[in-house]
């Protein structure tokens, strides 16, 4: 063995030692990972993603996945010349769009992603919302205003819905059973009607329900950015809406930031926004000081944390 090759053993072996504080402060907590967007778009990735995932459980954090699927449904719509539109940034799901949506979140999705898990060396299981009635649904309700006579407008998006109530019980039955919960956000009404949940949404309700110690929601962009459009390490649940009310968090970031400040005052400890394309986001925000992405918690630290 020569001197680069010992050199780069000892880095390995001392990202190891240095990991090792973050292993016993998040040791038996549970970590609830929103998983969708560009992370989701290679099988490189998605195989990475599997494997830090299997890493999590086996040095005894609880990993819950939650994931989205927006563009695999567009693809499968097409292919079906099913036409669908979006309203809000949400899809229009009509009885005949939930199928295919149902159809793809809840099979080819999520039985992909516990396919893969399974390949890393971990034990997953694949539900969705209608298992053991994990997430009750109602139908979400959005108004508009026309700009014109700026009346409100209530729009309907069909069988869109929002979470009203999680069965934490099941989720945590499979925690302790060394299991990996893979999660699609369907839910169900309360006439047994089939509802489409925003993955974000869905995300921060089950880490409200989970009493989580983090929500890591990754996205496609590296945190949130301050005026700068330089990456913040920390924010106060207060500092990011009056980022919100100034505009420095605009457009799609906001109902992001949103999800994430409920989750926090839900009882989520913090919440994170990541780069899910960056290699290893995840461990590097839980294992690491420096982190990964941008912490939401209720207050910053002070000068001495």
């Known amino acids: ?30 970590i609830v990972v929103k998983y969708g967007g560009h992370a989701m778009g290679d099988v490189e990735s998605a195989t990475r993603f599997a494997r830090d995932i299997v890493l999590l459980k086996q040095i005894g954090l609880h990993p819950v996945v939650v994931h989205g699927g927006g563009p695999q449904i567009g693809r499968m719509l097409d292919r079906l010349n099913i036409k669908s539109s979006f309203s809000g940034g949400l899809r229009v799901t009509d009885r005949a769009t939930v199928e295919i949506v149902e159809m793809v979140l809840c099979g080819s999705i999520n039985k992909e992603i516990v396919g893969l898990i399974s390949a890393a060396g971990g034990r997953a299981v694949g539900l969705s919302g209608k ?8 139908k979400l309700t959005r108004t508009t205003r026309d700009p014109g ?4 407008q209530v729009l309907d998006l069909g069988f869109v819905g929002e979470p009203t109530e999680v069965n934490a019980g099941i989720i945590q039955l499979l925690e302790n059973s060394d299991m ?24 921060g309700a089950i880490a409200v329900a989970l009493k989580a110690s ?8 590296a945190g949130v950015l ?40 839900g009882g989520v400890e913090a919440a994170v926004i990541l780069d899910g394309r960056r290699h290893h986001a995840i461990l590097v ?3 690491s000081r420096e982190g990964a992405g941008t912490l939401i918690r209720r207050k910053s630290p002070g000068p001495s944390a």
């Open 1 to 30: 063995m020569n001197d680069a090759e010992q050199d780069d053993l000892a880095f390995r072996a001392e990202v190891l030692s240095d990991a090792l504080p973050f292993m016993r402060r998040y040791s038996g907590q549970t």
């Open 131 to 138: 298992d053991a009635e994990l997430i009750k649904a109602r």
């Open 149 to 152: 006579s700026l009346i409100e």
């Open 180 to 203: 990996i919960p893979v999660v699609a956000p369907i839910g169900t009404g309360d006439e047994g009607e089939t509802y489409n949940i925003n993955a974000d949404t869905a995300a």
């Open 214 to 221: 983090r929500l890591l929601m990754l996205t496609d962009i």
């Open 226 to 265: 301050d005026a700068r459009g330089e990456v913040m390490a920390e924010i106060s649940v207060e500092e990011a809406r009056e980022m919100i009310r100034d505009g420095t968090i605009h457009g799609g970031m906001i109902p992001k930031i949103e999800t994430c400040l409920s989750a926090v005052e």
């Open 285 to 287: 925000e839980l294992l």
